[in-house]
């Protein structure tokens, strides 16, 4: 069964210190996978796509890791900032039949506080 | 033009009342995607329209209603809705899987009340 799984449930921790949120995946056949911002109430925002063959790619202070053989893949964001309080899911793209098929994390709540 | 419009953003509706979300985009995507979303829980596929035509329904009840009548338009038809279908309902795009990645472009999200 396709399955994400992402670690902490939720995170607080204090403005310009750092954190890691997980992403574990079972899913087959893997296009890629992305991590989305979703500030509450708002549609999600891609922050960065892996592929099969990429370990690492940073997008300003955040930065995503990928070990396929172990199907995990890790967010860190450097010197939080309050704007970064938001849900982070991870999505794992399956390309199937000619269509995406996208599947969802439950989540991890990100909130920095002052 | 990297947006996906949603509109309206927010309305309040009645079980017995009938309206409409719409959905925009002009990315050239020919796949777009409806979304429901529960407070603090990700995102649950309803719909999938690829070139136009309803590809996936995720045994969607049917007083919920897609359409799609052109390329950059998708509608979702509601209709004698439940309280429990009060919900932030989400549109999406992406690019064919021939085309690109499939990245998926969201909209802000229309919230849904039903009293």
């Known amino acids: 069964k396709n399955q994400v799984e992402q670690s902490p449930q939720s995170l607080i921790i204090l403005e310009r210190k750092n954190c890691t949120l997980q992403?574990?995946?079972?899913?087959?056949?893997?296009?890629?996978l992305r991590w989305y911002k979703q500030d509450t109430g708002r549609g999600p925002v891609s922050l960065t796509i892996m592929t099969f063959s990429e370990n690492t790619k940073s997008n300003g202070r955040y930065t995503a890791t990928l070990d396929a053989d172990t199907k995990q893949s890790s967010l860190h964001i450097t010197a939080s900032q309050l704007s970064d309080s938001a849900s982070y899911i991870c999505v794992v793209t399956v390309q199937t039949s000619g269509t995406y098929k996208y599947i969802f994390g439950t989540g991890t709540r990100l909130k920095v506080l002052a | 033009d990297t947006e996906v419009t949603q509109t309206p953003k927010h309305l309040v509706m009645g079980m017995t009342n009938k309206k409409s979300l719409k959905c925009e985009q002009h990315m050239g995507h020919r796949a777009m995607y409806w979304y429901k979303q529960k407070a603090k829980k990700p995102p649950e596929l309803m719909f999938v329209y690829s070139y136009e035509k309803l590809s996936i329904n995720e045994s969607v009840p049917s007083r919920f209603s897609p359409e799609c009548p052109n390329s950059s338009l998708l509608n979702l038809h509601l209709h004698a809705l439940q309280p429990e279908d009060s919900a932030l309902y989400l549109c999406a795009s992406s690019l064919v899987p021939t085309s690109g990645t499939g990245e998926l472009f969201f909209g802000e999200g229309s919230r849904l009340t039903v009293l």
């Open positions: 992403c574990n995946y079972t899913v087959s056949p893997f296009s890629n």
